[in-house]
Nanobody, 116 residues
Framework: QVQLVESGGGLVQAGGSLRLSCAAS????????MGWYRQVPGKQRELVAD???????NYADSVKGRFTISRDNAKNTVFLQMNSLKPEDTAAYTC??????????WGPGTQVTVSS
């Protein structure tokens, strides 16, 4: 079983930056995909970005050019660098990791609040 712990959320003004981290631990051989979702109360959960073990990335259109996802495979950690933050980026951000294949584990989530 994989355990995930996020860090780095908080309150920031519009135009600012935050860096989220998510560390996976447990009985892991090699994590496949890792990524971040976000959710606002009353709205559907949205995939923000994901990254394969080989480094191929995918982003939601709403964050392209502003957010960068990366990972450290040796440390089973995924990062989300968020720049030029907007109030509409306010959400609970949750990371996930795929290990073994087709099995996804989730972190508890971290709140990001962007003030205008």
């Amino acid at each position: 079983q994989v355990q995930l712990v996020e860090s780095g959320g908080g309150l920031v003004q519009a135009g600012g930056s935050l860096r989220l981290s998510c560390a996976a631990s447990g009985s892991i051989f090699s994590i496949y995909d890792m990524g971040w979702y976000r959710q606002v109360p009353g709205k559907q959960r949205e995939l923000v970005a994901d990254i394969t073990s080989g480094g191929t990335t995918n982003y939601a259109d709403s964050v392209k050019g502003r957010f960068t996802i990366s990972r450290d495979n040796a440390k089973n950690t995924v990062f989300l660098q968020m720049n030029s933050l907007k109030p509409e980026d306010t959400a609970a951000y949750t990371c996930y990791a795929e290990w073994p294949r087709w099995v996804h584990s989730w972190g508890p989530g971290t709140q990001v609040t962007v003030s205008s």
